[in-house]
């Protein structure tokens, strides 16, 4: 399965969505756990971690985004993981 594109991609996209929503950044950020001023750093350009942006898409995607987003992260191993035996 491949991983599915997350919602945002850019700052630029993220600050339109914020903006188009009529939310603050302190609003928009606080969401997911992020200070006002972190979420001005990301949206200035800053690297945004990945473990963020998947709480963005989790958050902020349509539910039909989110849901396979979630499956996949189910099914996600990292390299060399084996299967446990149940």
């Known amino acids: 399965?491949?991983?599915?594109?997350?919602?945002?991609?850019?700052?630029?996209e993220i600050k339109l969505f914020r903006r188009q929503h009529s939310m603050s950044q302190a609003?928009?950020?606080?969401?997911?756990?992020?200070?006002q001023s972190g979420g001005s750093r990301y949206e200035s350009g800053?690297?945004?971690?990945?473990?963020?942006?998947?709480?963005?898409?989790?958050?902020?995607?349509?539910?039909?985004?989110?849901?396979?987003?979630?499956?996949?992260l189910r099914t996600w191993k990292t390299p060399g993981e084996v299967e446990s035996e149940a």
């Open 27 to 35: 609003e928009f950020w606080a969401r997911i756990g992020v200070t």
């Open 46 to 72: 800053r690297t945004i971690p990945k473990p963020v942006q998947l709480l963005l898409h989790v958050v902020y995607a349509p539910d039909a985004r989110t849901q396979r987003l979630v499956d996949y």
């Open 1 to 12: 399965m491949a991983a599915p594109k997350l919602i945002f991609s850019t700052p630029t």
